[in-house]
């Protein structure tokens, strides 16, 4: 049996930083009661763990110190506000740190970074812990790091930020420039570390009081007033896999939606449309046997705001800037037979309409969101996590390491119904789709999946 060995723990702070209190925002707040994004990056990496530690492991470590005196935020914790009552802020402070945790595994990393089922569990010893609370105010930290070593085959590098924290668009900001520092320090880039984060979150406006009011809501639901202690590994009975779609499919599937629209109106036929049109038919597909007698199907994912504000905010914006999106279609529409073209264009039509409604206004209807979403959860919707618009590919740590050959957002896991979306990593301009469903669901998956592709 495959084990991952601890080798060290560091503690990596950042020499100057501005440290103090920051604001949460309407937008970070539903986020408080959750818990990290959990990212796995892998690295073809042929050298044994001495060669890591005296090479490589210094410049990874001052690189992620230099990421973090600008992402400042990401060194401190989230708290209660002093003196009562009831709301949460950020709190950094000189001497603050992300713990950088060193491993080494026997496990098989070429399997690991691969795209067939593999046990969830295995991903996880690669997915740093976020530290325990601080007992004395009932602050939670933000951020870890692992990097495991696999020797003579490769690197993982798992990166876990709490969601209160920031977005998928902040996140990969700060893993860009984590890379940037490391590659201009090997090669002397004048251009590789990304603009600087925005850190004034007065931008965001919130007239309405609605992080006050969603808080409460919150508090309302929740056992405590603190974030619940982190999952535990998942059982490891689920799989994880990924399905590529490629430009050509993507092509065709648009092809195939405007086709059936058949004058109808303008479609916003964009690649993450189809691409999640066609993975709700494939998920609703594989899970029908375990029983799906709801007569309407549902799906939720996020939609980026930073541009779509009035004003807009800066795309360097450091936290949380999305809002959900709710599309439901009829079941029997996603259960056509291998996940046929007619249901994929009713799906996508669906996703298309409901983004082409936030021309109307980004944050109409915000005061119902949070309900609106607890009120699926029993319906057990397809979400979406990630999104082929953040070059998680893109990830260049320069010599020694450079892209990555394969990147898993591990923390689907934690809700059911939950698949990821990503470029694909051959840069070829396709999508990748991560799943994480038990073994007999994956089986029938991947044939609906191949099923349709088959059909183009």
């Known amino acids: 049996m495959a084990t991952t060995r601890v080798l060290d723990r560091l503690a990596v702070s950042a020499a100057e930083h501005g440290g103090g209190a920051l604001p949460l925002t309407f937008f970070d707040v539903p986020w408080v009661f ?52 009831g709301g949460f802020e950020f709190w950094s402070e000189a001497g603050d740190s992300v713990e950088f945790t060193v491993a080494e595994s026997d496990d098989d990393f070429d399997e690991l970074s691969g795209d067939a089922p593999r046990d969830v569990g295995r991903l996880y010893s690669l997915v740093p812990r976020l530290p325990a609370r601080n007992t004395e105010d009932g602050g939670f930290s933000l951020a870890a790091v692992q990097v495991t070593v696999f020797p003579g085959q490769g690197l993982a590098v798992g990166v876990s930020i709490h969601h209160v924290a920031c977005d998928d668009s902040s996140y990969m900001h700060f893993m860009k420039t984590w890379a940037g520092h490391c590659r201009a320090a090997a090669g002397g880039e004048e251009d590789a570390v ?3 984060p925005f850190l004034d979150r007065a931008v965001v406006k919130d007239p309405d009081g609605l992080a ?29 896999a990924s399905f590529t779609l490629g430009r050509d499919s993507i092509d065709k599937l648009k092809q195939r939606v405007a086709g059936a629209a058949n004058g109808a109106g303008a479609v916003h036929c964009s690649a993450f449309t189809v691409a999640c049109a066609f993975a709700w038919a ?10 799906c007698s709801s007569d309407r199907a549902h799906l939720l994912f996020s939609v980026e705001c930073r541009r779509r504000l009035a004003p807009p905010i800066p795309h360097e914006y ?23 073209p ?10 298309g309409a409901a983004i082409r409604a936030l021309d109307g206004g980004v944050l ?10 607890l009120s699926l959860v029993p319906r057990r919707p397809m979400s979406v996590g990630g999104s082929p618009r953040y070059g998680v590919y893109e990830t260049d740590f320069g010599p020694g390491m450079g892209r990555p050959r394969k990147v898993e957002l591990v923390s689907i896991v934690k809700t059911p119904g939950t698949v990821s979306m990503s470029e694909a990593g051959d840069g070829l301009g396709g999508i990748e ?11 029938r998956f991947a044939s609906c999946f191949s099923q349709g592709l088959d059909q183009l």
Request: contains cysteine; neutral net charge.
């Open 364 to 373: 109409a209807g915000a005061e119902g969101w949070f309900h609106r979403i």
């Open 212 to 240: 006050a009011r969603t808080l409460d809501e919150m508090r309302q639901l929740a056992s405590s007033n603190g974030p619940p202690p982190p999952a535990p590994p998942p059982l490891p009975k689920l799989v994880i």
């Open 194 to 196: 990304p603009p600087p």
């Open 342 to 351: 007619d249901g994929v264009a009713s799906a996508a039509a669906a996703i």
């Open 34 to 85: 959750t818990g990290p994004v959990e990212r796995v990056f892998f690295y073809a990496y042929p050298h044994p763990v001495e060669h890591f530690k005296a090479t490589l492991l210094p410049s990874l470590v001052s690189s992620l110190s230099a990421a973090l005196a600008a992402f400042y935020p990401l060194l401190g914790r989230v708290r209660p506000c002093p003196g009562g009552g």
């Open 318 to 340: 450091l936290g949380n800037c999305l809002r959900p999106c709710f599309v439901d279609v009829p079941t029997a529409d996603l259960l056509l037979p291998s996940a046929s």
């Open 433 to 443: 789709v991560g799943v994480v469903l038990p073994e007999p669901d994956m089986a």
């Open 282 to 291: 494939c998920l609703a597909r594989s899970s029908a046997p375990n029983g």
